[in-house]
């Protein structure tokens, strides 16, 4: 019996496997671009050029002739640009030769070169378009060197105390002119009251004389001026007490911690002057000098100063004495740093219906102290008094080791200020060059102490001085001016009775205000 073939097995699939395949593999794929995703190595979409390979017999031949054409490549370019630069001269020359024959032929040729000169714009009018272009540059340069003479000879009239030149250095790409018309004139056009932060530090190199006579003749004397000397945790009571005798004898002055200190700072005990204490203080005052004038208004207060001294942190603090789950956000009313430039324009704050401050970028005013002859050394002593003073943002500092020299000398009029300033980095004393200068031998120890190196384990000296000054700005330096001797000189018996009379409008009395500074003294003796 034969058997019969069986029927062939089909070798269709169902549906459901052939679908169940398809999303098997797309899932695979999904799982492969991602972890290409995940694949920390590099990998180019373009493909690489293998080269030549080194088994290749003729390949230094092929080397050397792709080599050729690149150096022809080269020459060629060369050839064209020097060709292009003699044309330009050549037109140049052509056009100068041209200017000398019509300046020589005199008045009586006019005629004739208009009626050349409109033939040549007709036949060429390119070459006529760049002739008026030089002939307009020419003249515009004419000007702008004629211009700067001129200014050159106005500011040697003026003297060394112009604003221009002292704003301009700490904001060395703005016209300090028209920035100081649109922001100092603007505040103190607007305002009632002004406060004129200080830095504890250098009361007196963060105040112009200048300006507070700018404010006591304005509106016929209807402004009021408060100076508020900021930082004082950074100071010892003794200097501070000092230092608000002696500003006392000018204004009425208040001392005031806007804000809490960097971290590792070294800062002083005042008792009871603190953060909340001092700021209700201010903002007491201002409410008082406000209720009582009994505007249709509020009273706007304008707050001025250097960069950097605590301006936005005055307002700041202010903010947060108000107190309640609504207003405790406004605590950071202003945007505030370490570096300065961080206002860059007014900003108003509302503190009631009475009252409102008016906060503004810092601008760095004309200072009367005195300063060397030369002009080259007088900028190079205000660009390192003004490094110190935290007035320039770290990025526009070009070269630090001037300020550490001048911070030097100031703390090395006190033995135990220069011996704080060793400890915090850990160094032996100083020894001094063979000029007596000592900067390069602290630098050197303060680069090798912090790992400020460079190739080779040479000290980076500026790298250094650049941490020096960070620790100064952060108050791990300690280190403050004392007052200067001459505490009566500029004192006259109008300027007391001033004091007065404002100190009893803001009723300062009981406030740590006006007067011999008894209640600050019993604070700090407490």
């Given at each position: 019996?034969?058997?019969?073939?069986?029927?062939?097995?089909?070798?269709?699939?169902?549906?459901?496997?052939?679908?169940?395949?398809?999303?098997?593999?797309?899932?695979?794929?999904?799982?492969?671009?991602?972890?290409?995703?995940?694949?920390?190595?590099?990998?180019?979409?373009?493909?690489?050029?293998?080269?030549?390979?080194?088994?290749?017999p003729?390949?230094?031949?092929?080397?050397h002739?792709?080599?050729?054409?690149?150096?022809?490549?080269?020459?060629?370019v060369?050839?064209?640009?020097?060709?292009?630069?003699?044309?330009?001269?050549?037109?140049?020359?052509?056009?100068?030769?041209?200017?000398?024959?019509?300046?020589?032929?005199?008045?009586?040729?006019?005629?004739?070169?208009?009626?050349?000169?409109?033939?040549?714009?007709?036949?060429?009018?390119?070459?006529?378009?760049?002739?008026?272009?030089?002939?307009?540059?020419?003249?515009?340069?004419?000007?702008?060197?004629?211009?700067?003479d001129?200014?050159?000879?106005?500011?040697?009239?003026?003297?060394?105390?112009?604003?221009?030149?002292?704003?301009?250095?700490?904001?060395?790409?703005?016209?300090?002119?028209?920035?100081?018309?649109?922001?100092?004139?603007?505040?103190?056009?607007?305002?009632?009251?002004?406060?004129?932060v200080?830095?504890?530090?250098?009361?007196?190199?963060?105040?112009?004389?200048?300006?507070?006579?700018?404010?006591?003749?304005?509106?016929?004397?209807?402004?009021?001026?408060?100076?508020?000397?900021?930082?004082?945790?950074?100071?010892?009571?003794?200097?501070?007490?000092s230092?608000?005798?002696?500003?006392r004898?000018?204004?009425?002055?208040l001392?005031?911690?806007?804000?809490?200190?960097?971290?590792?700072?070294?800062?002083?005990?005042?008792?009871?002057?603190?953060?909340?204490?001092?700021?209700?203080?201010?903002?007491?005052?201002?409410?008082?000098y406000?209720?009582?004038?009994?505007?249709?208004?509020?009273?706007?207060?304008?707050?001025?100063?250097?960069?950097?001294?605590?301006?936005?942190?005055?307002?700041?603090?202010?903010?947060?004495?108000?107190?309640?789950?609504?207003?405790?956000?406004?605590?950071?009313?202003?945007p505030?740093?370490?570096?300065?430039?961080?206002?860059?324009?007014?900003?108003?704050?509302?503190?009631?219906?009475?009252?409102?401050?008016?906060?503004?970028?810092?601008?760095?005013?004309?200072?009367?102290?005195?300063?060397?002859?030369?002009?080259?050394?007088?900028?190079?002593?205000?660009?390192?008094?003004?490094?110190?003073?935290?007035?320039?943002?770290?990025?526009?500092?070009?070269?630090?080791?001037?300020?550490?020299?001048?911070?030097?000398?100031?703390?090395?009029?006190?033995?135990?200020?220069?011996?704080?300033?060793?400890?915090?980095?850990?160094?032996?004393?100083?020894?001094?060059?063979?000029?007596?200068?000592?900067?390069?031998?602290?630098?050197?120890?303060?680069?090798?102490?912090?790992g400020?190196?460079?190739?080779?384990?040479?000290?980076?000296?500026?790298?250094?001085?650049?941490?020096?000054?960070?620790d100064?700005?952060?108050?791990?330096?300690?280190?403050?001016?004392?007052?200067?001797g001459?505490?009566?000189?500029?004192?006259?018996?109008?300027?007391?009775?001033?004091?007065?009379?404002?100190?009893?409008?803001?009723?300062?009395?009981?406030?740590?205000?006006?007067?011999?500074?008894?209640?600050?003294d019993?604070?700090?003796?407490?």
């Open positions: 019996m034969v058997n019969k073939p069986g029927k062939p097995k089909s070798k269709r699939t169902p549906v459901r496997l052939r679908h169940r395949i398809e999303k098997a593999s797309v899932a695979k794929q999904r799982k492969q671009r991602k972890l290409a995703k995940k694949n920390p190595e590099w990998r180019s979409r373009l493909k690489k050029d293998p080269g030549i390979p080194n088994l290749f003729y390949k230094d031949k092929i080397l002739q792709i080599e050729e054409k690149k150096r022809l490549k080269e020459e060629e060369l050839r064209r640009r020097e060709e292009a630069r003699n044309t330009a001269v050549s037109k140049a020359t052509r056009h100068d030769a041209a200017d000398n024959e019509d300046g020589e032929n005199g008045e009586h040729l006019l005629d004739e070169t208009m009626e050349h000169e409109t033939l040549t714009e007709s036949s060429n009018p390119l070459a006529a378009l760049l002739a008026s272009a030089e002939a307009r540059a020419v003249e515009y340069e004419g000007e702008s060197e004629s211009d700067g001129d200014a050159g000879d106005h500011d040697d009239s003026e003297g060394d105390m112009d604003l221009e030149a002292s704003a301009n250095l700490s904001q060395p790409h703005d016209p300090s002119r028209r920035a100081f018309d649109n922001v100092y004139k603007t505040i103190l056009s607007s305002s009632d009251i002004i406060l004129y200080l830095d504890a530090r250098d009361p007196n190199g963060t105040r112009s004389r200048e300006i507070e006579r700018e404010i006591m003749a304005a509106d016929a004397g209807s402004k009021r001026l408060i100076l508020i000397l900021n930082k004082i945790d950074l100071v010892p009571p003794p200097a501070l007490k230092w608000l005798s002696y500003l004898r000018y204004y009425p002055t001392p005031l911690r806007a804000s809490t200190p960097a971290p590792n700072a070294r800062t002083f005990d005042h008792k009871s002057l603190t953060v909340k204490g001092t700021s209700e203080t201010l903002l007491r005052a201002l409410k008082t406000a209720h009582g004038k009994q505007l249709k208004r509020s009273t706007t207060v304008g707050i001025i100063g250097y960069p950097n001294v605590g301006k936005s942190s005055v307002i700041n603090a202010l903010t947060g004495c108000l107190g309640g789950g609504a207003t405790r956000s406004r605590s950071t009313a202003c505030v740093g370490a570096e300065a430039g961080i206002t860059t324009a007014l900003r108003e704050v509302k503190i009631d219906n009475k009252l409102k401050l008016l906060d503004s970028p810092g601008i760095v005013f004309p200072s009367s102290l005195e300063t060397p002859t030369s002009k080259k050394e007088k900028k190079k002593d205000d660009r390192a008094r003004l490094i110190l003073l935290n007035a320039i943002p770290p990025k526009q500092i070009t070269d630090p080791i001037p300020a550490i020299t001048l911070l030097l000398s100031r703390l090395s009029a006190s033995h135990a200020s220069l011996d704080n300033l060793l400890s915090v980095y850990g160094i032996p004393p100083l020894i001094p060059g063979v000029d007596g200068d000592v900067t390069t031998d602290f630098l050197v120890q303060v680069a090798r102490k912090r400020r190196l460079g190739k080779g384990g040479v000290p980076n000296l500026t790298a250094a001085a650049m941490t020096v000054i960070t100064w700005r952060d108050g791990r330096i300690q280190g403050w001016v004392d007052v200067p001459d505490e009566e000189e500029g004192t006259t018996g109008d300027q007391k009775e001033v004091v007065s009379e404002w100190a009893e409008e803001l009723r300062l009395e009981g406030l740590w205000g006006a007067g011999g500074g008894d209640e600050v019993e604070v700090m003796d407490e």
